[in-house]
Nanobody, 122 residues
Framework: QVQLVESGGGLVQAGGSLRLSCAASGRTFSSYAMGWFRQAPGKEREGVSCISSSDGSTYYADSVKGRFTISRDNAKNTVYLQMNSLKPEDTAVYYC???????????????WGQGTQVTVSS
């Protein structure tokens, strides 16, 4: 069982930055790949980024590539999402999730956090 708690969301102007954190409970954090998803009102949940458990390989949606960076600290049971050059279209609730192997789709993920709101004003 893994419990996930996101933090770091907020209101930021376009062009600004935020860093999201996702703290995990349990001693098996390092064995999970960790993903970030987001969901805007009226839209489906979409994959933003994922980092593998084995070699730290990272994956990004085309819409955030070059602006967002995912990282993890297994000693702290935490995964991060550094978001730079934010745009109004990045506004959404951001969720972290745990899975055996990275996927851009939400269905394979076993555990989810409660989400944190990110709002980017123009």
């Amino acid at each position: 069982q893994v419990q996930l708690v996101e933090s770091g969301g907020g209101l930021v102007q376009a062009g600004g930055s935020l860093r999201l954190s996702c703290a995990a409970s349990g001693r098996t954090f390092s064995s999970y790949a960790m993903g970030w998803f987001r969901q805007a009102p009226g839209k489906e949940r979409e994959g933003v980024s994922c980092i593998s458990s084995s070699d730290g390989s990272t994956y990004y949606a085309d819409s955030v590539k070059g602006r967002f960076t995912i990282s993890r600290d297994n000693a702290k049971n935490t995964v991060y999402l550094q978001m730079n050059s934010l745009k109004p279209e990045d506004t959404a609730v951001y969720y972290c999730a745990a899975v055996s192997y990275c996927s851009g789709y939400p269905r394979p993920y076993d555990y989810w956090g409660q989400g944190t709101q990110v709002t980017v004003s123009s």
